[in-house]
T-cell receptor
Framework: KQEVTQIPAALSVPEGENLVLNCSFTDSAIYNLQWFRQDPGKGLTSLLLIQSSQREQTSGRLNASLDKSSGRSTLYIAASQPGDSATYLCAVSDYGGATNKLIFGTGTLLAVQP | NAGVTQTPKFRVLKTGQSMTLLCAQDMNHEYMYWYRQDPGMGLRLIHYSVGEGTTAKGEVPDGYNVSRLKKQNFLLGLESAAPSQTSVYFC???????????????FGDGTRLSIL
């Protein structure tokens, strides 16, 4: 059974710092891996999607990497801003994508202090 | 562009009452999903549908029923609500199969449900 773990559970950093969020999964047979952002009381917003054949994806100040063999992904946030404060969720899609079901980690709560 | 719309946004029920949560998407997605989010447990899949008229069980289906009579709508029903079903419920939709390889799931804003 696929399990997804995110470390740390919570993180507080001063504005301007670069930071890394970690995600690990137990079964390397995934279709893709997605990083989401969730603001309090809101739904999930997709940040980056890495296909199983890719190593990384970038969007603005965000960079996500994928190492399937070791079952790990990282989300790198450069020059953090208070507006980056949110919960970040990692999810993997079932192999083959036949149903595209997602298995989620429990998230990292990020607070960027001004 | 509305995306995925969930109604209602909030609801309080008494134990034993029934209700239906509605999810509507306007992106012509084949696949739709219902998840629940509980503190410390992340999102867990309740039921999903890979097309109009089809439904399947997810990880935590007990106590819930679903229907997909129209492609754009996915309904989640609680026949006899229990306090353990207090949660935030999210609906999502996506493209099917190989088209989902590089396309993320789209989520609604959630329904916050409390069972007293």
């Amino acid at each position: 059974k696929q399990e997804v773990t995110q470390i740390p559970a919570a993180l507080s950093v001063p504005e301007g710092e670069n930071l890394v969020l970690n995600c690990s999964f137990t079964d390397s047979a995934i279709y893709n891996l997605q990083w989401f952002r969730q603001d309090p009381g809101k739904g999930l917003t997709s940040l980056l999607l890495i296909q199983s054949s890719q190593r990384e994806q970038t969007s603005g100040r965000l960079n996500a990497s994928l190492d399937k063999s070791s079952g790990r992904s990282t989300l790198y946030i450069a020059a953090s801003q208070p507006g980056d404060s949110a919960t970040y969720l990692c999810a993997v899609s079932d192999y083959g994508g036949a149903t595209n079901k997602l298995i989620f980690g429990t998230g990292t709560l990020l607070a960027v202090q001004p | 562009n509305a995306g995925v719309t969930q109604t209602p946004k909030f609801r309080v029920l008494k134990t034993g009452q029934s209700m239906t949560l509605l999810c509507a998407q306007d992106m012509n997605h084949e696949y739709m999903y219902w998840y629940r989010q509980d503190p410390g447990m992340g999102l867990r899949l309740i039921h999903y549908s890979v097309g109009e008229g089809t439904t399947a069980k997810g990880e935590v289906p007990d106590g819930y029923n679903v229907s997909r009579l129209k492609k754009q709508n996915f309904l989640l029903g609680l026949e006899s609500a229990a306090p353990s079903q207090t949660s935030v419920y999210f609906c999502a939709s996506s493209y099917p199969g190989q088209l989902s390889y590089n396309q993320p799931q789209h989520f609604g804003d959630g329904t916050r449900l409390s069972i007293l």
